[in-house]
Nanobody, 124 residues
Framework: QVQLVESGGGLVQAGGSLRLSCAASGRSFSSVTMGWFRQAPGKEREFVANIMWSGSRIAYAAFVKGRFTISRDSAKNTLYLQMNSLKPEDTAVYYC?????????????????WGQGTQVTVSS
């Protein structure tokens, strides 16, 4: 059973930065795609970024526009999302997810395991 635990959310002013972490456990992640999604109140969960655990492929949603960086530390089995130049519209619960088949998808349904989420609030 895969377990994902996010941390690092909080309240930040517009223009500020946060780094989210996702500690992963329960299996080998060598063939897994890891992703970050977010869900704002009243909206559907949306794709933010993903990475093959090997690090060979990375993708971002268009709204990221160079502000966010996804990475992973294989030794620590931890996924990160560095978020810079945050905007009020980035306010959401951010979720870490794992696709055990490594399909490198961008849809919610592509992912098998989810963390509990961490709240990010950006004030104007």
């Amino acid at each position: 059973q895969v377990q994902l635990v996010e941390s690092g959310g909080g309240l930040v002013q517009a223009g500020g930065s946060l780094r989210l972490s996702c500690a992963a456990s329960g299996r080998s992640f060598s063939s897994v795609t890891m992703g970050w999604f977010r869900q704002a109140p009243g909206k559907e969960r949306e794709f933010v970024a993903n990475i093959m655990w090997s690090g060979s492929r990375i993708a971002y949603a268009a709204f990221v526009k160079g502000r966010f960086t996804i990475s992973r530390d294989s030794a620590k089995n931890t996924l990160y999302l560095q978020m810079n130049s945050l905007k009020p519209e980035d306010t959401a619960v951010y979720y870490c997810a794992a696709d055990q088949h490594g399909a490198y998808g961008v849809r919610v349904d592509d992912y098998d395991y989810w963390g509990q989420g961490t709240q990010v609030t950006v004030s104007s």
